[in-house]
């Protein structure tokens, strides 16, 4: 049984026998996957802060308005996915192409506090970005490979997708002046996102210029959930009777993800639990047009860091491994991270009443 990595036209990605990057994990499928941290329901979270918020009696005391809005919605940035093994590792970028419309709903109490809902969807639709994979391999498992630096097989796949985010915030601003207000904002988010990649080209490097190829047809699902809890500082300007301009800056403290990817030339399923955190920053106007109608726009940056652990299942036999039935067979405890960065934009209308 050979330890080269073998070629084959019916895989997009780097091909290789269970003696290679999959075989080290083989002796590990015992290993029990790390338990990720214990998440807040968001409903809990969110019905917590809306209390606390209305009930003070400052609040209690004030007269409410009621807001709709239509916004438009453009997302862009990357889901990053990456899985280190002994012999190298493999990153995955899946871009974030959002063009959609999102209803909002508010609910505000003079110039001491709002909360904000919103709801957006996309459709599936072809992305003008591609999946990028880039694979780093150790030649030194591998005999007969010359030492390599740099990416050794990167490929690229053609993407559909589909989007889904809820998103829930406050702000409260208990220090007023007559020109700015300072407070604190929290808030919830959360997003899926739905791959389906196909038609790959892919090129080898280096000693690995003879795992160059290309397949058309489908090669991958991929499907990943974010639950993002927001906590961070406010600062709101009135200027006269028409234009309302907010600033947040908020740390990401809890961040929860988990994933699953089909790879579906390979007949193989593996499945992400990861935490950790981040930051988020956005600017937003309010400009008034009218008695009860607003133009509002906004600008959010965030940034995600998590890391985890994979698992792997076979659900069919792998055609790199002829000599092998692969299907049962599964891995446990792979070193996973998934990072984003994302940056939206919004441009709506909305009726205050």
Same mark, same amino acid.
């Given at each position: 049984?050979?330890?080269?990595?073998?070629?084959?036209?019916?895989?997009?990605?780097?091909?290789?026998?269970?003696?290679?990057?999959?075989?080290?994990?083989?002796?590990?499928?015992?290993?029990?996957?790390?338990?990720?941290?214990?998440?807040?329901?968001?409903?809990?979270?969110?019905?917590?802060?809306?209390?606390?918020?209305?009930?003070?009696?400052?609040?209690?005391?004030?007269?409410?308005?009621?807001?709709?809005?239509?916004?438009?919605?453009?997302?862009?940035?990357?889901?990053?996915?990456?899985?280190?093994?002994?012999?190298?590792?493999?990153?995955?970028?899946?871009?974030?192409?959002?063009?959609?419309?999102?209803?909002?709903?508010?609910?505000?109490?003079?110039?001491?506090?709002?909360?904000?809902?919103?709801?957006?969807?996309?459709?599936?639709?072809?992305?003008?970005?591609?999946?990028?994979?880039?694979?780093?391999?150790?030649?030194? !498992?591998?005999?007969? &490979? =010359?030492?390599?630096? %740099?990416?050794?097989?990167?490929?690229? $796949? +053609? @993407?559909?997708?589909?989007?889904?985010?809820?998103?829930?915030?406050?702000?409260?601003?208990?220090?007023?002046?007559?020109?700015?207000?300072?407070?604190?904002?929290?808030?919830?988010?959360?997003?899926?996102?739905?791959?389906? !990649?196909?038609?790959? &080209? =892919?090129?080898?490097? %280096?000693?690995?210029?003879?795992?160059? $190829? +290309? @397949?058309?047809?489908?090669?991958?699902?991929?499907?990943?959930?974010?639950?993002?809890?927001?906590?961070?500082?406010?600062?709101?300007?009135?200027?006269?009777?028409?234009?309302?301009?907010?600033?947040?800056?908020?740390?990401?403290?809890?961040?929860?993800?988990?994933?699953?990817?089909?790879?579906?030339?390979?007949?193989?399923?593996?499945?992400?639990?990861?935490?950790?955190?981040?930051?988020?920053?956005?600017?937003?106007?309010?400009?008034?047009?009218?008695?009860?109608?607003?133009?509002?726009?906004?600008?959010?940056?965030?940034?995600?860091?998590?890391?985890?652990?994979?698992?792997?299942?076979?659900?069919?036999?792998?055609?790199?491994?002829?000599?092998?039935?692969?299907?049962?067979?599964?891995?446990?405890?792979?070193?996973?991270?998934?990072?984003?960065?994302?940056?939206?934009?919004?441009?709506?209308?909305?009726?205050?009443?």
């Amino acid at each position: 049984m050979g330890t080269n990595l073998r070629k084959n036209p019916e895989s997009e990605f780097i091909i290789t026998p269970k003696t290679s990057i999959s075989s080290q994990f083989l002796e590990k499928s015992g290993t029990e996957k790390v338990p990720r941290t214990l998440s807040i329901s968001w409903p809990v979270f969110f019905v917590l802060l809306l209390t606390v918020t209305l009930c003070s009696s400052e609040v209690s005391a004030l007269e409410y308005s009621g807001m709709i809005s239509i916004e438009a919605i453009d997302m862009t940035g990357e889901n990053v996915y990456q899985q280190s093994f002994e012999s190298g590792r493999s990153k995955l970028k899946w871009p974030i192409d959002v063009k959609t419309l999102g209803i909002e709903l508010g609910l505000t109490g003079k110039d001491l506090f709002d909360v904000e809902f919103l709801a957006a969807a996309e459709p599936w639709v072809s992305d003008s970005h591609p999946m990028k994979d880039y694979d780093y391999i150790n030649e030194s !498992a591998y005999p007969g &490979r =010359q030492s390599h630096d %740099g990416v050794d097989i990167f490929s690229e $796949s +053609k @993407v559909e997708s589909k989007a889904f985010v809820i998103d829930g915030k406050s702000h409260l601003f208990p220090v007023r002046t007559r020109f700015i207000s300072a407070g604190l904002t929290a808030g919830y988010r959360y997003e899926e996102y739905d791959y389906r !990649a196909s038609d790959t &080209r =892919q090129t080898g490097y %280096g000693p690995w210029q003879d795992q160059t $190829s +290309k @397949v058309s047809g489908p090669t991958s699902l991929y499907t990943i959930e974010y639950e993002i809890f927001s906590l961070g500082l406010s600062l709101r300007s009135d200027i006269g009777d028409t234009l309302v301009l907010t600033l947040d800056a908020c740390a990401l403290p809890f961040v929860h993800v988990k994933d699953e990817d089909n790879h579906i030339r390979r007949t193989r399923i593996s499945k992400s639990t990861t935490s950790g955190s981040g930051y988020q920053t956005s600017f937003s106007g309010l400009y008034k047009i009218s008695r009860n109608w607003f133009i509002s726009s906004g600008f959010t940056l965030s940034s995600i860091e998590t890391s985890g652990h994979s698992d792997q299942f076979w659900y069919g036999d792998d055609p790199a491994t002829p000599y092998f039935n692969d299907t049962g067979e599964m891995l446990k405890g792979i070193d996973t991270e998934i990072n984003q960065k994302c940056y939206r934009f919004n441009l709506g209308a909305s009726r205050h009443f």
